[in-house]
C-alpha cells in the first residue's frame, strides 16, 4: 500500500477496537480494486462531541461505528438514512459537504448474507434470540423482508417489548398489519411455551462467542426441533454451540461471516460509489476463515 498526499482516508471508532477485522477487510477492497484509500482504527474516548466533528475537519471521508457508540453517534450527524433512524443505530457514515451521513449496513450485510445462502423471510416465522443492537436490527429487517410473525425471546423480557412496540409500529405505517399482530415477545425462561414449528432462529446474544466456546443461551432440545434454519450471528468460532444444536437437530446452521464482510462491503460501495466484485468478496472470506 502506498500513501501520498491524496490517499483517502477512512477508519472505525469504537472502545475497545483492537480486535476489528475491519481495517484488513477495506484496505484488502482498496489493493484488490486499485483505488487511492487507508483505512485505520480510532480508539475513541467518549466525547463523541469533540471526536467527530475532528474526524470530519480532517477531512475524514468514510467512518465505521462499532460499540458503544453506535446510537450515540446519531446527535452528531447531518441526516441517517431511514432504516438506520429507526433501528436507532448507524455504523456506517459517509462524509458530505453538510457533515456525516449515517447508515446501516449491518442489516445491509444480513440481507445480504441470506440471499446468498437462499434463505428467504418472506411469509416465514422468524425468533430472535436476544434484544440488543443486533436482535433489533434483525427485527427490521424480518419485516422488511415481509416476515409473517416474529417472536422476540429475551433474557430481560422488557427489553424485547422494547423493540416489538418499534417493529410493530413499522409493520404498521408499511400496511404489514398482520406481522404487527403476530410480534410477540417471551421471557427466555418461558421457552417451552413457543408452539409452532419451521423456525428461522437468529442467535444475537454474545454467549458462545470466543472464548466461551462451549456456552449457549438456549440448551433446551425440544427447542432445536421447531428450527428449520439457525442463524448466530456470531463468527468466532466458525460452528457455534448453537449452530451444533440446530444441526444435530436436522436444521441448517449458518455463521455471521458473510454478515461481516457484507457489512464492509457495503459500507465501502457507500463511500466510493463502487460495486465490489464477488471474487473480492471470496478472496476476503477465504482470509479470514
Ligand atoms: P449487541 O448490541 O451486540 O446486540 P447487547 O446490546 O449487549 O449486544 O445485547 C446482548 C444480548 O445478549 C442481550 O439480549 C442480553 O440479554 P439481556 O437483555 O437480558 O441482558 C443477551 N445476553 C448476554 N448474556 C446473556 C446470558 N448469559 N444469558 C442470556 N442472555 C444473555
Request: include cysteine; charged fraction near 25%.
Amino acid at each position: 500500500m502506498k500513501i501520498n498526499g491524496q490517499t483517502a482516508v477512512y477508519g472505525i471508532i469504537g472502545n475497545p477496537i483492537r480486535h476489528t477485522s475491519s481495517p484488513a477487510i477495506h484496505n484488502h477492497i482498496s489493493e484488490a480494486m486499485g483505488i487511492d484509500a487507508v483505512y485505520v482504527p480510532f480508539v475513541a474516548n467518549d466525547d463523541l462531541a469533540a471526536v467527530i466533528p475532528g474526524l470530519y475537519s480532517l477531512g475524514v471521508r468514510g467512518l465505521n461505528v462499532t460499540v458503544p457508540y453506535k446510537s450515540d453517534v446519531m446527535e452528531y450527524l447531518a441526516g441517517v438514512d431511514e432504516m438506520a433512524g429507526r433501528i436507532g443505530a448507524v455504523n456506517t457514515l459517509k462524509y458530505t459537504e453538510k457533515g456525516y451521513y449515517g447508515y446501516n449496513t449491518d442489516i445491509l450485510g444480513l440481507g445480504r448474507e441470506l440471499d446468498e445462502e437462499g434463505i428467504s423471510l418472506k411469509e416465514r416465522d422468524v425468533v430472535i434470540l436476544g434484544a440488543g443492537g443486533a436482535a433489533r436490527a434483525v427485527a427490521f429487517l424480518s419485516a422488511l423482508k415481509g416476515a409473517a410473525s416474529l417472536t422476540i425471546v429475551n433474557r430481560t423480557e422488557e427489553k424485547a417489548l422494547g423493540i416489538k412496540k418499534d417493529v410493530s409500529a413499522y409493520a404498521d405505517i408499511k400496511g404489514m398489519h398482520s406481522l404487527a399482530e403476530n410480534t410477540r415477545t417471551l421471557s427466555l425462561d418461558m421457552i417451552e411455551d413457543l408452539g409452532g414449528k419451521d423456525y428461522i432462529v437468529f442467535q444475537c446474544t454474545n454467549v458462545g462467542l470466543s472464548p466461551r466456546d462451549d456456552e449457549c443461551v438456549l440448551n433446551d432440545e425440544a427447542f432445536y426441533k421447531k428450527v428449520a434454519v439457525g442463524v448466530d450471528l456470531i463468527y468466532k468460532p466458525a460452528v457455534t454451540r448453537f449452530m451444533k444444536y440446530v444441526e444435530d437437530a436436522g436444521g441448517k446452521a449458518v455463521n455471521g461471516l458473510k454478515m461481516l464482510i457484507y457489512q464492509a462491503v457495503s459500507a465501502y460501495e457507500i463511500w466510493n460509489d463502487v460495486r465490489v466484485p464477488e471474487s473480492v468478496v471470496s478472496d476476503i472470506e477465504r482470509e479470514l476463515k
